[in-house]
């Protein structure tokens, strides 16, 4: 994994720039839509996509599996976030105005919300691969919305989607895992079956 841009490199400075373009032109529902995002990190983002019965209390299998994968993010990203403490957009430039939860922590590089989201979006595509294509652009909105929110760099975005995409590859190892999804995907296929012939 590659360190970070240096808080005096061009790359910072670029994204930064790229932050204040995003503040000055996020719309109401792009504001709306990060605050949201910002405070829900489970597989039941995707509920757009899936309809009125894409929820834990319908999908408890899907649920329980949801939990564990987002918890699969915070073992790798804290001690890397750790590590590398690179400042927060808003640390370092203090002219932003972040609209989503801040913290005083030098912890922007991965982005935790990022690594979750790919994370679970992967777990979803597979579960469920002919909606692979909706699932993956919503997981991009999903960690785009970091962007929005002026609390993380694009190339925290990057190096989280990277991180993600080796964790699922070594998760699809286990046997394990792989029961768990055929379980989950079994569960979606029937319970949303039977929720849509009502």
């Known amino acids: 994994m590659e360190h970070p841009p240096t808080d005096n490199s061009a790359t910072t400075a670029r994204e930064l720039e790229q932050l204040h373009k995003l503040e000055v032109t996020r719309t109401p529902q792009d504001v709306q839509a990060a605050k949201a995002d910002d405070v829900e990190q489970d597989i039941f983002i995707y509920r757009n996509i899936f309809g009125s019965g894409f929820t834990a209390e319908n ?18 990203s804290t001690p890397l976030k750790n590590a590398f ?15 989503c939860k801040v913290t005083t922590e030098h912890n922007s590089y991965p982005s935790g919300h990022t690594l979750s ?5 992967y777990t979803m595509a597979y579960i469920a691969p002919d909606k692979k294509d909706l699932i993956l652009a919503r997981t991009d909105a999903y960690a785009q919305h970091r962007l929005t929110c002026g609390v993380h760099y694009a190339s925290d975005l990057v190096a989280s989607r990277e991180i993600a995409s080796a964790m699922f590859g070594a998760m699809l190892a ?8 055929a379980a989950a995907q079994q569960e979606l296929q029937q319970r949303l079956t039977v929720t849509a012939s009502r």
């Open 59 to 76: 999908l408890p299998v899907l649920a329980a599996l949801s939990a564990d994968v987002h918890n699969e993010e915070g073992v790798a």
């Open 85 to 99: 403490a690179r400042p927060r957009p808003y640390q370092l430039d203090s002219t932003l105005h972040p609209i």
């Open 117 to 121: 989201g790919y994370l679970l979006g």
């Open 174 to 181: 286990n046997p394990v895992f792989r029961a768990r999804l």
